[in-house]
T-cell receptor, first 114, second 108 residues
Framework: GAVVSQHPSRVICKSGTSVKIECRSL??????MFWYRQFPKQSLMLMAT?????????EQGVEKDKFLINHASLTLSTLTVTSAHPEDSSFYIC??????????FGSGTRLTVV | GQQVMQIPQYQHVQEGEDFTTYCNSS?????IQWYKQRPGGHPVFLIQ?????EVKKQKRLTFQFGEAKKNSSLHITATQTTDVGTYFC????????FGQGTRLTINP
């Protein structure tokens, strides 16, 4: 099946620093990837749609200058949380669409900002 | 924008009892998907329904898609402790909109 690899799985950073999260599609190319955020005991909220070779499309209320998305290749999208603050602590999950298998999710990144 | 509502938010059952979660969309869906997320884990795809009135079964799980393609349900027969987790429905053509999820806990 299609596999999406997400790294790191956990990260703790100091307030004011930036954190980069990588999402890779293995064995398939993903022109589109999606970034979600999930707070404890809540649902997944779509943050942005990452498009290979073009700008990401952000959902309403998501600050594009704070959550930088780069989709430079057909297998890699990155999300950088800039100047992180404690309220950015959350579970970040990426997903990609593979033709035969549909949506496949990465294993998620638990970000803790202290 | 599109909204997907899911009920109940929580459900606690005795092992062996049945469980159902319901999903309603504010708009007609081209398809609906169901996911299971174990505590601390990521969503795992269960199934996708596309056709109006479609019913699919996976062992003890039965998935239904409404005739109007605006609602769906997941029914688990005779729950087991391995069924514990949060079940999400999600719909949308180009981007998935998730329901709030139903968190299932089971008393062994």
């Amino acid at each position: 099946g299609a596999v999406v690899s997400q790294h790191p799985s956990r990260v703790i950073c100091k307030s004011g620093t930036s954190v980069k999260i990588e999402c890779r599609s293995l064995d398939f190319q993903a022109t589109t990837m999606f970034w979600y955020r999930q707070f404890p005991k809540q649902s997944l909220m779509l943050m942005a749609t990452s498009n290979e070779g073009s700008k990401a499309t952000y959902e309403q209320g998501v600050e594009k200058d704070k959550f930088l998305i780069n989709h430079a290749s057909l297998t890699l999208s990155t999300l950088t949380v800039t100047s992180a603050h404690p309220e950015d602590s959350s579970f970040y999950i990426c997903s990609a669409i593979e033709t035969a298998y549909g949506y496949t999710f990465g294993s998620g990144t638990r970000l803790t900002v202290v | 924008g599109q909204q997907v509502m899911q009920i109940p938010q929580y459900q606690h059952v005795q092992e062996g009892e049945d469980f159902t979660t319901y999903c309603n969309s504010s708009t007609t869906l081209s398809n609906i998907q169901w996911y299971k997320q174990r505590p601390g884990g990521h969503p795992v795809f269960l199934i996708q329904l596309v056709k109006s009135g479609e019913v699919k079964k996976q062992k003890r799980l039965t998935f239904q898609f409404g005739e109007a393609k605006k609602n769906s349900s997941l029914h688990i027969t005779a729950t087991q402790t391995t069924d514990v987790g949060t079940y999400f429905c999600a719909g949308g053509a180009q981007k998935l909109v998730f329901g709030q999820g139903t968190r299932l806990t089971i008393n062994p």
